[in-house]
């Protein structure tokens, strides 16, 4: 996975700032997002990955900047909305619907009639091998399983930008690449995939670009392996 | 003069529901629940001052420690055997737990006590104060209030134990990983609750008439002025506390005493749907 | 809280009241969901198991059956009966109204009492007043309520928790307050006597109109529940930021699910005011109305459809015992009991009649 497609950005974040009470969370954040390709942000702790993912999707408000996604504004969207227009996320730690089954997870997300909704949810189900828990609840399953789930309800809502946040934290290596499957399976279909997560090696791997946030602001932007030679990004992380 | 005077009135009131909407708050802010039994401590409080002074002739002064004391332990022990066991559960079963309290207490006065209104005739009649004519139980009862509410709040900044019950209220989480046992911070906050609850009833039932549903007007109004002070502040709710007392006092003065009821519950609904985090900001 | 008033509605005759849900519990149904919930592969064919449509089945042979028993009821029982039966309905109304906000979204609403009391008296007034006839009456009374969940629903609904229950416990405090001071319409605290129904068949049409209100309410329940639309209700209460992040509008949803409650409480009203003949402020907005409701659902299984259904009829016989056993200590017990519900029973009777395997566990209950 190392060809760059260069078209029109799908995602533009111009100018973004976020202050909680005194915590300056984001600084002016400028940056584009390329269709059909993985942008991963990385950077330390407290960096303001979060911030950004949860600005992007509307959960948070900016303080002030721009936020276009196809061209059209979504800084001052509800959540819903976003979503409805083709941004779809990932939690940090899973957020499945706990009293509800697998089956009902997806369906009710879902788009368009109960039945395509219904048929849809079957089918994810069987491309993660899922199908037999299908009526369990999502709180009794395993983390594992709970991520690979909360994967496919992503699909239900058929987002053409996926915002990952952590997926592969506190998963065991295979479970790992069941998950790499899907996002592998989602670029071949044309999405485009933000994710962050502090598996440095699986993040130098798969993404095409490279995005470090440090105290809240970008300073690098670019290949992995022009990130990974960046001297700034050396001191973000090993610097003090 | 008038109008001061129904102003001054309306403060010296405000000081006792400052301390009991205090209770409600420390209790809110520990265990995040709303305990709906509050107001029938205080009713018990009350009737106890009454029931002390009535049977024994207990000087009222003197029964509204001991009523405080008996509260406290009520309290404790409410707080073993019931409120604890639905600490961090779905917010229905705190509610419907004290709601299911509050009406076995009532239930409770109203046969031992019957529905009719009590009184304690102390310190009847009025002073003479910088040419405003004051009554001189409003003027008592604001006076223990501000030095009981005055304690609390030396107890909650200074003390060891009221650090941790500040620490509890602002990060539960983090204050058990800091060692503070938050059990027994939770239990000692239910216990301080239904103590301040109980020394605001006996000085209600030294100013108005007490009856088994009284505990029901005064919750709203504490509510009222938990949303106007802003959860988890002391002073913002003392001066919330205050504020409610005047406004109420005014809308009796001015209108009826019918509207004056419903100031408090039209205070609270206003500030939540125009600033849904209360109006000094709710950490939430 | 006000506990006065607590008897009036539950207290009962000697009479047993139907068992609407009886004949479901009863139903044998073989092919229970296995109760391990791991390395059972079932065979991925069908998406619904058998029993799920015989259940179906089984609801709709039931609610026949019990609705054809209640109609005729009348023609063999007495009034006491009759009118003890009316209570279980009403109870039913409630919960089941009070179960499709609350139960299923988990935004606690405190108030239930407050539509009761304002489709009361607006029912009662309309009737006084002699506006319209009496049936309209109910439906404007319904009408009404529903337009002011709408109003009311729209600012309150954001907020979180307890803020949500308190606003709307301040809020029926309010309109108390309201109906209590405008004495040129409402007459006050002095209350309003309706024309007493002295014909039998006049007087049963209260008991058919709330018969009529508790099949919707109970068909309703069922329609939502077995919805997507209900789903969407559960996963506002399960996670509301992860459901609106997946592209759920819940706003939209909380306040059809406030509207679509708030319809039931406000036709009750005003049912049980031309039924009773007499109706104040202190009755019918008291926060008990509210607090029957809730204990109610979480007595049958707060969330589900049956739940409330069985909460009603069980909560009203025991109601029923109490009271004739010390009228005195009725409050004391009802409070009791309430605490003992939410310690000991937090699923239900639902939950525990599921872990006995005499209900198959399915969301469709």
Redesign the interface.
């Known amino acids: 996975m190392s060809s760059t497609v260069s078209s029109a950005p799908i995602l533009v974040i111009a100018n973004v700032s976020k202050r909680f009470g005194g915590l300056q969370a984001l600084t002016d954040v400028s940056l584009t997002i390329k269709p059909g390709q993985i942008t991963g942000v990385i950077g330390p702790n407290g960096s303001g990955k979060s911030t950004l993912f949860n600005t992007v999707t509307g959960i948070v408000q900016t303080d002030s900047g721009h936020i276009r996604f196809r061209d059209v504004e979504i800084s001052h969207a509800a959540p819903d909305h976003i979503n409805r227009l083709g941004i779809g996320r990932t939690f940090q730690l899973t957020r499945l619907f706990g009293q509800m089954t697998a089956f009902e997870n997806l369906v009710v997300v879902g788009r368009g009639s109960r039945a395509e909704a219904r048929e849809r949810a079957e089918q994810l189900l069987d491309l993660v091998s899922l199908r037999h828990l299908q009526d369990e609840y999502a709180a009794n399953l395993s983390y594992g399983q709970q991520k690979l789930v909360e994967f496919i309800r992503l699909m239900m809502t058929d987002p053409s930008l996926v915002m990952l946040d952590e997926p592969f934290a506190g998963v065991n290596p295979t479970m790992e690449r069941r998950l790499l499957e899907q996002i592998e399976r989602w670029l071949e279909n044309g999405m485009t995939v933000v994710v962050t997560d502090h598996e440095m090696k699986i993040m130098m791997d798969i993404c095409h670009e490279l995005v470090v946030l440090d105290y809240g602001e970008v300073i690098a932007h670019g290949e992995p392996s022009a990130v990974r030679a960046d001297p700034r990004v050396m001191e973000a992380y090993f610097g003090r | 003069m008038d109008l001061l005077q129904v102003v001054v009135s309306g403060l010296l009131l405000g000081g006792v529901y400052a301390l009991f909407a205090a209770g409600l708050n420390m209790i ?1 802010g520990v265990m ?3 305990n ?1 039994a509050h ?1 029938e401590l205080m009713m018990i409080g009350a009737y106890l001052t009454f029931a002390l002074y009535a049977a024994w002739n207990v000087n009222p002064l003197l029964a509204t420690p001991i009523a405080a004391v008996l509260l406290f332990g009520l309290g404790l022990l409410l707080q073993q055997f ?1 409120v604890e ?2 600490v961090g ?5 705190s ?3 004290t ?10 006065a ?2 031992r006590f019957t529905a009719n209104f009590r009184s304690i005739p102390y310190l009847s009649g009025s002073v003479d104060l910088f040419g405003l004519n004051i009554s001189r139980s409003r003027l008592v009862a604001f006076a223990i209030a501000l030095l009981v509410s005055g304690a609390t709040y030396a107890f909650l900044r200074v003390s060891r134990f009221g650090k941790a019950i500040r620490a509890t209220s602002q990060q539960a989480d983090v204050a058990q990983v800091c060692g503070i046992n938050v059990q027994q911070v939770r239990l000692i906050t239910f216990g301080l609750g239904a103590g301040l609850a109980s020394i605001a009833g006996s000085l209600v039932a030294m100013i108005f008439s007490i009856y088994p ?1 009284m ?2 007007m005064f ?2 109004k504490a ?2 002025i938990i ?1 106007l002070g802003g959860l988890g502040s002391f002073v913002g709710a003392f001066a919330g506390a205050l504020g409610l007392g005047v406004a109420e006092t005014l809308a009796a003065y001015w209108i ?1 005493t ?2 004056a ?2 100031v ?3 205070v ?2 206003t500030v ?2 125009l600033r ?1 985090s209360g109006l000094f900001g709710i950490r ?1 | 809280m006000s506990g006065s008033n607590a008897g009036d509605v539950f207290r009962l005759s000697s009479t047993p009241a139907p068992m609407p849900q009886g004949g479901v519990i009863e139903t044998p149904l073989p092919e229970r969901e296995s109760d391990a919930p791991f390395g059972t592969p079932q065979q991925a064919s069908k998406p619904l198991p058998a029993w799920e449509h015989r259940l179906g089945w089984a609801y709709t042979v039931v609610l026949a059956v019990v609705t054809i028993g209640l109609i005729i009821l009348p023609s063999r029982a007495n009034d006491y009966s009759v009118s003890l039966t009316l209570t279980v309905l009403l109870t039913i109304c409630m919960a089941s109204s009070w179960n499709l906000i609350s139960g299923f979204t988990g935004y606690v609403s405190f108030g239930h009492a407050g539509f009761f009391g304002i489709g009361a008296y607006t029912g009662a007034l309309l009737i006084y007043y002699d506006v319209v006839h009496w049936a309209l009456a109910m439906l404007l009374a319904g009408l009404m309520t529903t337009a002011i969940a709408l109003v009311i629903g729209y600012p309150t609904l954001r907020l979180r928790g307890p803020y949500f229950a308190i606003t709307m416990l301040g809020l029926t405090e309010l309109a108390r307050i309201i109906v209590t001071s405008w004495e040129s319409l409402t007459f006050g605290g002095r209350g309003v006597y309706l024309p007493i129904l002295y014909e039998r068949s006049e007087w049963l049409t209260n008991y058919y109109a709330m018969l009529i209100l508790t099949v919707t309410v109970v068909l309703l329940s069922y329609a939502v529940g077995t919805s997507r639309f209900g789903l969407r209700l559960f996963s506002i209460r399960d996670d509301e930021g992860a459901a609106q992040a997946m592209g759920i509008d819940t706003t939209r949803h909380k306040l059809a699910a406030f509207a679509l409650s708030s319809f039931f409480p406000g036709v009750a009203g005003a049912i049980y005011a031309r039924h009773t003949g007499y109706i104040d402020p202190l009755a019918f907005f008291a926060v008990i109305w509210s607090i029957r409701a809730i204990a109610t659902s979480i007595l049958g299984g707060q969330g589900t459809i049956l739940g409330p259904i069985i909460g009603a009829v069980v909560l009203t016989l025991v109601s029923e015992q109490v009271w004739a056993l010390d009228p005195n200590a009725y409050q004391m017990i009802f409070g009791g009991l309430i605490v003992l519900v939410v310690l000991f029973m937090p699923g239900g009777l639902i939950a525990l009649l599921q872990r006995l395997a005499w209900l198959p566990r399915s969301r469709r209950l």
Not at chain 2, 89 to 93: A, K, R, T, W
């Open positions: 809110f995040r629940l709303i709906l107001g019931l066991r639905v559960q779905p917010l229905l079963s509610l419907l737990l709601f299911g309290l509050s009406t076995l207490l009532q239930g409770i109203l046969n549903e505990g029901t919750i709203g509510f009222a949303v009826d019918q509207i009821q419903g408090s519950y039209a609270l609904v939540l749907v849904p939430e």
